[in-house]
Nanobody
């Protein structure tokens, strides 16, 4: 599975960005795709996740109400719409996926749950 993330950039506080993650190669019949971020000196944290099997969405408290995850299943692409960005959102954002059939814990915002990762895309919010 290959994941290609894009859409990062520099934006002013209060602005918006939309990240995209396109999956190719072997695709799972039932999988979750998630967005994670890592700021300098900090651990990678879960931002949002989308279950293709249940269509449920999951958000970290820090982004709930500002970020929206959505998917285009036909094109194996997941989006992250980020609104009202602030300086604390500055990080490298990664998309990742795992096969829910193989999961026992279903920790959708835990990076350890995910098996395949895309390259990161930098998001920088200027204050």
């Amino acid at each position: 599975v290959q994941l290609q993330a894009s859409g990062g950039g520099l934006v002013q506080a209060g602005g918006s960005l939309r990240l995209s993650c396109a999956a190719s190669g072997r695709t799972f019949s039932s999988y979750s795709m998630g967005w994670f971020r890592q700021a300098p000196g900090k651990e990678r944290e879960g931002v949002s996740s989308f279950s293709m099997a249940t269509t449920r969405t999951y958000y970290a408290d820090s982004v709930n109400g500002r970020f929206t995850i959505s998917s285009d299943k036909a094109n194996n692409t997941v989006y992250l719409q980020m609104n009202n960005l602030n300086a604390e959102d500055t990080a490298v954002y990664y998309c990742a996926t795992f096969d829910e059939h193989l999961s026992e814990s279903f920790q959708y915002l835990n990076p350890d749950e995910y098996d395949f990762w895309g390259q990161g895309t930098q998001v920088t919010v200027s204050s």
